[in-house]
């Protein structure tokens, strides 16, 4: 299992996540690093514990479609390789940021797929994307534009599966940043039992090695972590032992 830091951009500033309410998402205060600029923050991760692949959630361009193109470029500069969630909706929003970079590992959300049928497109054209099952206290994300989107989790789960998505993140924004331990254990659980080929990525409120352990027993390919990180509460030895 690997861990995959977050870096939440909002303003173009790292921020910390409050439970997916956006609006109280404030610079994040970090021991890592005095600074809320992302290439910062991101080298004083890489320093403290040799990671060099970053899930970015890019909330400008999820909620303003405005990718942050400057900071993706600065941060692919400084050999850092990237998982970002810009907002897809569509293909066309996906060929941008293959076509800025292929690098990038393109993330479609549910919170802003417009339908099942795009995301099998976007699949069919750039290979291997994360689909991230976005869910608010238990509950899909549907959007409210979306179509043909089941409201059930495990027939979301199904209709991902059947666009032949091969990496999934289920990431439920109620956890974020308030040190839960994190909710998806069942949705793990279903989706290693149901469809044991995809890479399974989850996170949100994970406190400590404990949690990491039962994500670890559950088949969890890789875990989202970033308060863990900046308040200390991980140290090097921990995050390369899983």
């Given at each position: 299992?690997?861990?995959?830091?977050?870096?939440?951009?909002?303003?173009?500033?790292?921020?910390?996540?409050?439970?997916?309410?956006?609006?109280?998402?404030?610079?994040?205060?970090?021991?890592?690093?005095?600074?809320?600029?992302?290439?910062?923050?991101?080298?004083?991760?890489?320093?403290?514990?040799?990671?060099?692949?970053?899930?970015?959630?890019?909330?400008?361009?999820?909620?303003?479609?405005?990718?942050?193109?400057?900071?993706?470029?600065?941060?692919?500069?400084?050999?850092?390789?990237?998982?970002?969630?810009?907002?897809?909706?569509?293909?066309?929003?996906?060929?941008?940021?293959?076509?800025?970079?292929?690098?990038?590992?393109?993330?479609?959300?549910?919170?802003?797929?417009?339908?099942?049928?795009?995301?099998?497109?976007?699949?069919?054209?750039?290979?291997?994307?994360?689909?991230?099952?976005?869910?608010?206290?238990?509950?899909?994300?549907?959007?409210?534009?979306?179509?043909?989107?089941?409201?059930?989790?495990?027939?979301?789960?199904?209709?991902?599966?059947?666009?032949?998505?091969?990496?999934?993140?289920?990431?439920?924004?109620?956890?974020?940043?308030?040190?839960?331990?994190?909710?998806?254990?069942?949705?793990?659980?279903?989706?290693?039992?149901?469809?044991?080929?995809?890479?399974?990525i989850t996170g949100g409120g994970?406190?400590?090695?404990?949690?990491?352990?039962?994500?670890?027993?559950?088949?969890?390919?890789?875990?989202?972590?970033?308060?863990?990180?900046?308040?200390?509460?991980?140290?090097?030895?921990?995050?390369?032992?899983?």
């Amino acid at each position: 299992m690997k861990i995959l830091p977050v870096l939440d951009i909002l303003s173009k500033k790292v921020v910390r996540g409050v439970a997916g309410q956006r609006e109280c998402y404030r610079p994040i205060i970090s021991r890592l690093t005095a600074s809320d600029e992302p290439l910062q923050v991101a080298r004083s991760i890489r320093l403290a514990f040799g990671l060099q692949r970053l899930y970015l959630a890019d909330l400008d361009a999820i909620l303003h479609q405005s990718p942050n193109w400057e900071i993706y470029r600065d941060l692919i500069a400084a050999d850092f390789e990237l998982l970002v969630d810009a907002g897809v909706r569509h293909a066309a929003d996906a060929r941008k940021l293959h076509q800025f970079d292929p690098r990038i590992g393109i993330v479609v959300g549910l919170e802003t797929c417009r339908s099942p049928t795009d995301l099998l497109e976007i699949v069919t054209l750039f290979g291997n994307v994360t689909f991230s099952l976005d869910l608010k206290s238990g509950v899909p994300s549907v959007p409210s534009s979306g179509t043909g989107w089941s409201s059930q989790t495990g027939e979301i789960i199904q209709q991902a599966a059947n666009a032949h998505v091969q990496s999934i993140l289920v990431l439920d924004l109620a956890d974020v940043g308030m040190g839960t331990g994190g909710s998806t254990d069942l949705i793990c659980q279903f989706i290693r039992r149901q469809y044991p080929g995809l890479d399974l990525i989850t996170g949100g409120g994970v406190r400590g090695r404990e949690d990491l352990q039962r994500f670890s027993l559950l088949g969890v390919n890789s875990v989202l972590v970033a308060s863990l990180l900046h308040d200390g509460n991980l140290g090097h030895e921990e995050v390369h032992s899983w």
